[in-house]
């Protein structure tokens, strides 16, 4: 099989690499350190707004809201070649990535004028308020509440994890609004302003990160929050819940592919240096025979993620969005986990794995910064339910 593109995709590419030779920002500035997933310096916003006015930041979407139009093809040509420079679009990128999409699907149409534009223009910044103590991977059992009191929701309750809410101006923000319906149909969504009075910001240090302090619980005390803010129906939030990503989700899986792809190279370097042994450590057979693996995992990754990708160009159902997640954080974990071992005691720290989207850090940090794959968007056990049940058809536990 050999995959060939049309010469108006070679052209799109062509014009974007025209482009990013040109105004993407420099190794310096996209290696700087970050505090949080919120955290946008000046430069990241004109970089951000950059993408905007040229048509970039959101290729298939129109160009009013920071795109071209592009095709399916030509928006996953344009991850390949962002992953391929290890670029990142955004520095916020849960606004990007999930809130402004959400808002472009659920939104009125005042709070597309007051959010959507400015969100994909770097304006303001974005943490999404879903997990809490009692509710992770069983979201729906949230129980942060909000009752609808005159022209105000009250709010009151907890979240945690919450990425990057510290540097944050919004909080996209799951509540339960019916406590006596199921709890799946009783939910909302709220947007929900993180200076307001009663919301307390709790940043909490990572064990993987000593600069890169992105997770916060936040708190909720008689929040009042405008009808105004509500997306979606009331009652209605779960469906946002699952996303808005569909369109981009099937091309997801291409930062994955390019990581595994990335780590092996490292490897391959790695195996050129000297060993605890005072030998190159690709002189080991088992070395050898580790790196060829993870080079044919990543190799498995891409034709999975094409196979997937043109299922869903033809409209069926594509398993192997789970497969992939699994596949792909699992394999690079694995990788970094085994470049750390090679290393031994001595190197662990202070071997540098390499710059890695906007942040630097050694072999251990890097394996430590890994299971942030792993946990979010459906940890790898809930990935194996869905790939039992729904692709395998087991019964459910
Ligand atoms: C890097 C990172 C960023 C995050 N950012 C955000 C954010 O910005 N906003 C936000 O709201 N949340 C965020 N989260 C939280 C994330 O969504 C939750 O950690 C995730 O949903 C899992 O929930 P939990 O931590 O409560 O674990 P739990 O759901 O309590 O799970 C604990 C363990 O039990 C396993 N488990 C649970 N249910 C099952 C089951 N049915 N079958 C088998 N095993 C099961 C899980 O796989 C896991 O190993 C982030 C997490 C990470 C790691």
């Not at 103590?133 to 942060?144: I, R, Y």
């Not at 009151?156 to 799951?174: I, Y």
């Not at 009783?186 to 992105?214: K, Q």
């Not at 060993?275 to 790196?291: H, I, M, Q, S, T």
């Amino acid at each position: 099989m050999r995959l060939r593109y049309a010469p108006e995709d070679e052209a799109f590419r062509a014009e974007l690499d025209r482009w990013l030779d040109e105004h993407q920002p420099s190794d310096e500035r996209v290696h700087e350190p970050k505090q949080s997933s919120a955290h946008m310096p000046q430069w990241a916003r004109d970089w951000q707004r950059a993408l905007f006015d040229a048509g970039w930041l959101v290729p298939g979407w129109s160009p009013e809201l920071g795109g071209r139009n592009a095709t399916p093809t030509q928006q996953m040509i344009y991850f390949e070649e962002m992953s391929s420079r290890e670029i990142l679009r955004s520095a916020n990128p849960q606004g990007l990535g999930i809130i402004a999409p959400s808002i472009n699907d659920y939104g009125t149409p005042e709070q597309k004028e007051r959010f959507l534009v400015p969100t994909l223009r770097a304006e303001i910044s974005w943490c999404l308020g879903m997990s809490e103590p009692g509710a992770g991977s069983d979201l729906a059992s949230l129980k942060t509440r909000a009752e609808l009191i005159g022209d105000e929701f009250v709010v009151n309750g907890q979240k945690v994890w919450t990425s990057g809410a510290h540097h944050a101006d919004w909080c996209l923000c799951f509540v339960r609004t019916d406590p006596a319906a199921p709890k799946h149909k009783g939910i909302s969504a709220l947007i929900i302003d993180t200076t307001a009075p009663g919301v307390e910001r709790r940043p909490f240090p990572e064990l993987s990160d000593n600069e890169f302090c992105d997770f916060n619980e936040v708190f909720f005390t008689d929040v009042r929050v405008p009808k105004e803010n509500l997306m979606g129906p009331l009652n209605g939030g779960w469906p946002i819940t699952q996303g808005s990503l569909a369109h981009e989700r099937a091309m997801l899986w291409i930062t994955y592919a390019y990581d595994v792809q990335r780590a092996v190279k490292a490897l391959v370097e790695l195996g050129k240096s000297e060993g605890p042994n005072g030998k190159p450590l690709g002189e080991d057979a088992r070395y050898r025979d580790a790196v060829a693996g993870f080079y044919v995992d990543a190799q498995a990754l891409m034709t999975m993620g094409y196979r997937g990708f043109s299922k869903f160009l033809k409209g069926k159902s594509a398993p192997e969005h789970s497969l992939l997640k699994l596949y792909g954080s699992e394999s690079l974990q694995k990788a970094l986990l085994f470049g750390m071992e090679a290393l031994g005691m001595e190197e662990l720290d202070l071997a540098c794995f390499g710059p890695q989207m906007w942040r630097e850090g050694s072999w251990a940090i890097q394996y430590l910064r890994s299971f942030g794959a792993t946990i979010p968007g459906g940890t790898s056990e809930i990935q194996r339910n869905i790939i039992a049940e729904r692709v395998l058809g087991l019964p459910r536990a």
